[in-house]
């Protein structure tokens, strides 16, 4: 499960996913001379930032509270899972595309999908 929660008002959306994609960012890097006077760059600091979240089974309801996150409450969300990890201040990068699809047991329609995120 995933939880996407509002940074601006208390508006949460619960659904399943597959995974996280996740990049590694480099931030920040220092120079520093030798004996021999060679330079070496390394990188102080290295994030680990979500790219994107494959979308396994999402309710009508769930999907109208995520087109709602989205939009009337600016696109700035908080990321946590089952698994322990939360990515703060995320956003979705594109437009929202996730298939519709019928649940023929119920009668009712379920999305799947991915949603490209990127982080502020």
Not at 73 to 94: A, I, M, P, Q, R
């Amino acid at each position: 499960m995933v939880k996407l929660k509002s940074r601006q008002s208390d508006l949460e959306v619960y659904f399943e996913a597959e995974m996280i994609d996740e990049i590694v960012s480099k931030a920040g890097y220092t120079e520093t001379s030798s004996i021999y006077e060679t330079n070496k760059t390394y990188y102080t600091k290295v994030k680990i930032l979500p790219s994107d979240i494959t979308v396994k089974y999402m309710t009508r309801e769930q999907y109208l509270n995520l087109v709602e996150l989205f939009t009337v409450d600016g696109n700035l969300f908080d990321v946590e899972t089952d698994e322990g990890d939360s990515f703060l201040k995320c956003y979705h990068k594109e437009d929202l595309k996730l298939t519709k699809n019928r649940n023929r047991q119920n009668n009712s329609y379920f999305y799947t999908g991915t949603l490209s995120l990127g982080v502020r």
